[in-house]
């Protein structure tokens, strides 16, 4: 019995005790941002201003990529020009951002978060409607 | 028994099974081409009778107007329609087979939360009214609603579109002409493509009108003039007026930041005396165009080309443990079902451990 645990242990991740989802705040219109109200399910697992840093730098990602600055307008003003076949060929502002932001929770994920038995997920395979966390079991404990 | 449990906690087939797209298990009422590079709506709507009145107008163009016109006014009339031409083309099927922003549905984790936070008195005999929470935006009070077909909370400016059966965001409406719905990604690509037919067929009009007005001059008379290019005349006497309309329309909704939708439910015309305002305007015209024109071109938030992940299903399985209540009913509502209700029906709870074994150790041997 206890050599399948350990198989168990190797092959399977940790069980999911609770999911957490910090909803979009639309308080500035239509621009992608999230709440930064703190869970208090996580209230044992993670300092406050750690997490509320973590959503904060989010938030500013999603501004610079959605901001109406004037590399965006070029790239709209080309795009038109061309009937928008650059956008086939180019990798677009807000893709780019997009690749910072998951480069930024992985690393969010690797420092800080795995180590205390939460997972962010990115929000774009979420439809940017909510950043999930997923909270597992603490298996410490019960060993 | 080692093997059985073994076996229990690896659920994968033996046989390597293809990895699937997203795009294949796609909730909505959509159709996808070229391995899910192409997505157009179910009912294709009159796309084929768009494109063929273009290809048939500028075909009637070039083969009888276009000679006459270069050789007695000048040679750039044909690079100039077919410029237009082709311009309009590409921004149609650029409108046609573009993602206009669908919302994907929520996971059913999300759905449950939200349905927790939510609070109903129980009571399944009918129908609840309908959901709504209340948010202000730059001091407008802007209502969203809930969708009982995607599980969630409509994100402002979202309407559902039956005919897709998708949450679109920033909906303007449902294009039958173009065979697809209009939203946040391609409204930009359906404005250009209106804009460009109200020049094609305005410069088509102009071009036809000369060259009768130049042959009725040549002494055989305007109606035998007529009688040569008919339908093309007719075409673009129709529809130089209503794309032109439309085209304005649209120019002005631009503008003032509106939707089609908003514009036709009157959201913030005002009607009630209070002082409602367009929350989402940046009152000034010029960033108004910017912002809806040429502004960064948001993502695709339905990734259909993305594989469905190979370890979904444990992942499923132990949220079926949690929700043991909720294992059999909601699997069925959710999204790209197949999988996970099989899933769901394997990992039943322990009550029936004895047909699962026997099934499991016939495969084994």
């Known amino acids: 019995m206890a050599e399948t645990h350990s198989l168990q242990d190797l092959r399977q991740q940790p069980a999911v005790a609770a999911k957490v989802f910090l909803q979009r705040d639309y308080t500035h219109g239509t621009m992608c941002q999230f709440q930064t109200k703190f869970p208090s399910e996580l209230e044992t697992r993670i300092d406050k201003q750690q997490f509320e840093e973590t959503v904060r730098t989010l938030n500013n990602l999603y501004t610079e990529a959605e901001k109406l600055g004037s590399q965006s307008l070029i790239e709209g003003c080309l795009a038109c020009l061309t009937a928008y076949t650059v956008f086939l060929c180019m990798e677009t502002h807000y893709e780019k951002v997009l690749k910072k932001i998951a480069k930024f929770i992985q690393e969010q994920n690797d420092k800080i978060y795995a180590p205390r038995g939460l997972l962010l997920t990115d929000p774009i395979e979420r439809g940017l409607r909510v950043i999930e966390v997923t909270i597992f079991e603490d298996r410490s404990l019960t060993r | 028994?080692?093997?059985?449990?073994?076996?229990?906690?690896?659920?994968?087939?033996?046989?390597?099974?293809?990895?699937?797209?997203?795009?294949?298990?796609?909730?909505?009422?959509?159709?996808?081409?070229?391995?899910?590079?192409?997505?157009?709506?179910?009912?294709?709507?009159?796309?084929?009778?768009?494109?063929?009145?273009?290809?048939?107008?500028?075909?009637?163009?070039?083969?009888?107007?276009?000679?006459?016109?270069?050789?007695?006014?000048?040679?750039?009339?044909?690079?100039?329609?077919?410029?237009?031409?082709?311009?309009?083309?590409?921004?149609?099927?650029?409108?046609?087979?573009?993602?206009?922003?669908?919302?994907?549905?929520?996971?059913?984790?999300?759905?449950?939360?939200?349905?927790?936070?939510?609070?109903?008195?129980?009571?399944?005999?009918?129908?609840?009214?309908?959901r709504t929470k209340e948010v202000v935006i730059n001091q407008q009070v802007v209502k969203l609603k809930y969708c009982f077909t995607c599980k969630m909370f409509r994100p402002p400016r979202t309407s559902h579109c039956s005919l897709c059966d998708n949450c679109v965001e920033r909906f303007d409406h449902?294009?039958?002409?173009?065979?697809?719905?209009?939203?946040?990604?391609?409204?930009?690509?359906?404005?250009?493509?209106?804009?460009?037919?109200?020049?094609?067929?305005?410069?088509?009009?102009?071009?036809?009108?000369?060259?009768?007005?130049?042959?009725?001059?040549?002494?055989?008379?305007?109606?035998?003039?007529?009688?040569?290019?008919?339908?093309?005349?007719?075409?673009?006497?129709?529809?130089?007026?209503?794309?032109?309309?439309?085209?304005?329309?649209?120019?002005?909704?631009?503008?003032?930041?509106?939707?089609?939708?908003?514009?036709?439910?009157?959201s913030w015309s005002g009607k009630g005396g209070e002082d409602v305002t367009n929350p989402y305007s940046h009152k000034n015209i010029f960033i108004n165009c910017c912002a809806v024109l040429c502004g960064p071109m948001p993502p695709s938030l339905i990734d259909r080309r993305g594989f469905l992940p190979s370890d979904e299903s444990v992942q499923t399985a132990s949220v079926d443990i949690e929700l043991p209540t909720q294992a059999t009913k909601s699997e069925i509502n959710v999204v790209g079902g197949s999988s996970q209700l099989a899933f769901g029906l394997q990992e039943s709870p322990s009550p029936i451990p004895a047909p699962l074994n026997s099934h499991q150790t016939r495969s084994s041997a």
């Open chain 2, 1 to 130: 028994m080692k093997n059985c449990e073994y076996q229990q906690i690896d659920p994968q087939r033996e046989e390597p099974r293809r990895p699937r797209r997203k795009w294949e298990v796609f909730p909505g009422k959509n159709r996808f081409y070229c391995d899910g590079r192409i997505i157009v709506a179910r009912q294709g709507g009159v796309l084929p009778l768009t494109l063929g009145l273009i290809l048939v107008t500028c075909g009637l163009f070039f083969v009888f107007d276009c000679p006459f016109l270069v050789k007695h006014l000048t040679s750039c009339i044909p690079f100039i329609g077919g410029g237009l031409f082709v311009f309009v083309v590409i921004t149609l099927l650029q409108t046609s087979f573009t993602d206009p922003g669908i919302l994907p549905r929520a996971t059913p984790d999300e759905a449950a939360e939200i349905e927790k936070q939510i609070d109903t008195t129980g009571n399944s005999s009918y129908r609840p009214p309908p």
């Open chain 2, 174 to 266: 449902h294009c039958p002409w173009v065979g697809n719905c209009v939203g946040k990604r391609n409204y930009r690509f359906f404005y250009t493509f209106i804009v460009s037919l109200s020049f094609l067929t305005a410069f088509i009009f102009g071009c036809v009108t000369t060259h009768l007005s130049l042959r009725a001059q040549g002494g055989k008379g305007l109606v035998f003039a007529l009688q040569e290019s008919p339908v093309e005349l007719v075409i673009c006497f129709f529809s130089v007026w209503s794309i032109l309309g439309l085209s304005g329309f649209h120019t002005y909704l631009v503008a003032s930041n509106l939707t089609t939708n908003e514009d036709i439910k009157g």
